[in-house]
């Protein structure tokens, strides 16, 4: 889940009531003005006075955001962790993937993982496509030996016809798992990190 925030921009034409959304790709700004300004586009990010101010596309942007300014400069200022990283792939995790992997995204984040079988990986990913694909995962999970966290990767959004984060949560609670984290993958894709029951 990304950093919001309703905010007053503050620019040449007025002020406007506008919704700051930030995800790891970029800003996105909706309200009485929209605009989506990625990442890679801003520098000089400076809080003063409740202000959050910052210079991209040759432009500087200044939102009024009171005493959440200096939390919002911080994090527009940082990097956020890669996918490797939020899925723990990074170093020398090993992982096992079950499914043809949907996004390139996801190909360059296990990149550098050894692959192994389920019962041998730290972490194991799941694409799920269909809903046999689905209801075959309890199963699938108790022949292989699979105890540890799994990161299932399922649709996101009403432009994909793979099943949602609703019918994943429906089957593998009933099954003994739980949802711990989630990790946005791309407009039509996301993550959703499962854990045992008894390991959580």
Not at 19 to 41: D, F, K
Not at 167 to 196: E, F, I, N, Q
């Amino acid at each position: 889940m990304g950093r919001q925030a309703k905010a007053t921009w503050i620019g040449e034409h007025g002020a406007a009531d506008v919704i700051l959304h930030l995800e790891s790709g970029g800003l996105q700004i909706s309200g009485e003005r929209r605009l989506t300004v990625p990442r890679h586009a801003w520098s000089q990010v400076e809080a003063s006075d409740g202000v959050v101010s910052f210079v991209a596309h040759g432009d500087t942007f200044r939102f009024r955001l009171g005493s959440a300014a200096s939390a919002w400069a911080d994090a527009l200022a940082t990097t956020p962790p890669s996918l490797a990283e939020k899925l723990g792939v990074s170093g020398e995790a090993t992982v096992a993937v079950r499914g043809e992997l949907p996004r390139p995204e996801l190909e360059e984040a296990l990149a550098d993982a050894a692959r192994v079988a389920p019962w041998e990986a730290d972490v194991v990913v799941v694409v799920i496509r269909t809903d046999a694909e689905l209801a075959s995962l309890p199963v699938w999970f108790r022949e292989c030996g699979v105890d540890t966290h799994v990161w299932i990767v399922h649709g996101k959004g009403r432009e994909t016809r793979a099943p949602g984060d609703d019918a994943v949560r429906s089957v593998l609670r009933p099954a003994g798992w739980r949802d711990t984290k989630v990790s946005a993958v791309a407009d039509t894709w996301s993550a959703t990190r499962y854990t045992p029951a008894r390991a959580s």
